[in-house]
């Protein structure tokens, strides 16, 4: 390790809070799938900053709309106009299913959440909210309080009152939770820090009728999901059902932090001038990198690309599994968001440390799951790479 390396390990053990397990690499550098660290080293990433650079690291496209935009101006707040926001707005709009009308733009994804919970609330009139065992929604109070994992709650308690927990994938769990307080239900469409979960077939379908028999209003999280992630625009999208609210942010920007909680129209109308803000939500230089992003997602065809390269990525992930059925217990994603369920932790490290050793940056999940969510733009040459990273990394493990 150069002096340089050690130096920015030491000041961070020093003076960052101490919350982040961090790898001793420290990444300088980034171009499409590739990274590069302090040592020179470059690496496959199928990380993506967690499923964030889903046009790939530095985006010549995303780089110049950042340079020009940064050059313009830089923040002025929502008490003004502000020209690149509206023009995102409206390109998301159309982006979006039909049904969802208008958008709040914010930074991050608990923040969307955040929104959308305050949102459900103002819109049902109703306190309650059922959420799902296993989801990640963010680590705010409001976020966390409908975060179904324990080891992200605790010590933190107690959180916002009124959420009920079923479980996912399970529609009689859910109409056994229901009472008269509940307004609104809260589910990630396919589950991504829970380990890659994918419901059954027609679940997302049932959830949305019993919304509507019930008069509740149905929240999908696509802070991971969304963004040409899975094959479509959003996952629900190629689902094929329709939320009332939904939340986007990782993928969004182009690297660039924005989040967005977007919703029916008739739903956001109940928000009136007070009931929410952000200082630096829809600034002008988070709204220039999205809207060139969304460009390079279009030009680029990166939502089919998911598409193709994920469906022949899940048959190459079934024969790791056959081939290995005492380690591989279990392959599961949609688009470019694949998990590898290990038969144990200890399987799970081996792999991970095998990847890293040949320079393939993944990542695991929920204890035993190998998560890759790489740039939408990889090659099937490269994916092979950290597949065969993998099967090297099983075969080694007696
Ligand atoms: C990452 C993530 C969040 C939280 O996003 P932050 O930007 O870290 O606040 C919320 N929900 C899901 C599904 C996520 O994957």
């Known amino acids: 390790m ?46 993506a900053g967690i499923a964030v650079n889903n046009v790939g690291h530095c985006h010549p496209k995303v780089v110049e709309a950042i340079r020009r935009q940064a050059g313009e101006f830089i923040h002025c707040s929502n008490l003004y106009y502000i020209e690149p926001q509206a023009r995102l707005a409206q390109k998301l709009v159309e982006m979006l299913p039909r049904e969802i009308e208008k ?108 919304c509507d028999e019930n008069g509740l209003l149905l929240i999908f999280d696509e802070i991971q999901t969304g963004m040409g992630r899975t094959g479509a625009f959003l996952a629900s999208q190629r689902i094929g059902v329709v939320p009332d609210i939904v939340c986007m942010a990782k993928g969004l920007g182009g690297g660039f932090p924005i989040g967005v909680m977007a919703a029916r129209g008739e739903v956001m109308d109940s928000f009136q001038p007070g009931d929410h803000a952000s200082t630096f939500g829809g600034n002008p230089l988070a709204c220039a990198a999205a809207l060139a992003a969304l460009e390079v997602l279009e030009e680029e065809k990166l939502v089919e690309k998911a598409r193709e390269t994920g469906r022949w990525a899940m048959q190459k992930m079934e024969k790791i599994k056959l081939t290995h059925p005492s380690q591989v217990t279990d392959v599961r994603g949609l688009g470019l968001m694949l998990g590898l369920q290990m038969a144990s932790e200890r399987i799970a490290q081996e792999v991970f440390d095998q990847c890293l050793k040949e320079r393939i940056l993944v990542n695991r999940t929920a204890g035993t799951v190998i998560r890759l969510v790489p740039p939408l733009s990889i090659s099937r040459d490269e994916l092979s790479r950290a597949f065969s990273c993998i099967e090297q990394g099983l075969s080694s493990i007696r």
């Open 2 to 47: 150069t002096p340089e390396t050690e130096r920015t390990l030491e000041l961070d053990s020093k003076y960052h809070a101490p919350l982040y397990r961090r790898l001793k690499i420290c990444l300088v550098k980034g171009s499409g799938t590739r990274v590069w660290d302090s040592e020179g080293r470059e690496y496959l990433d199928c990380v």
């Open 103 to 210: 958008v709040f733009f914010c930074n991050s994804g608990t923040e969307a959440v955040e929104a959308a919970l305050k949102l459900a609330r103002k819109a049902s009139g109703k306190p309650g909210i059922i959420a799902m065992e296993g989801s990640f929604h963010g680590r705010t109070f409001g976020s966390l309080s409908v975060t179904g994992q324990e080891k992200y709650r605790l010590s933190f308690e107690p959180l916002v009152p009124g959420v009920k927990f079923v479980k996912f994938g399970d529609l009689q769990s859910l109409a056994n939770a229901l009472d008269d307080t509940i307004g609104a239900v809260i589910l990630e469409p396919i589950q991504g820090e829970g380990g890659i979960v994918v419901p059954p077939q027609g679940y997302l379908q049932s959830v949305r009728e019993f």
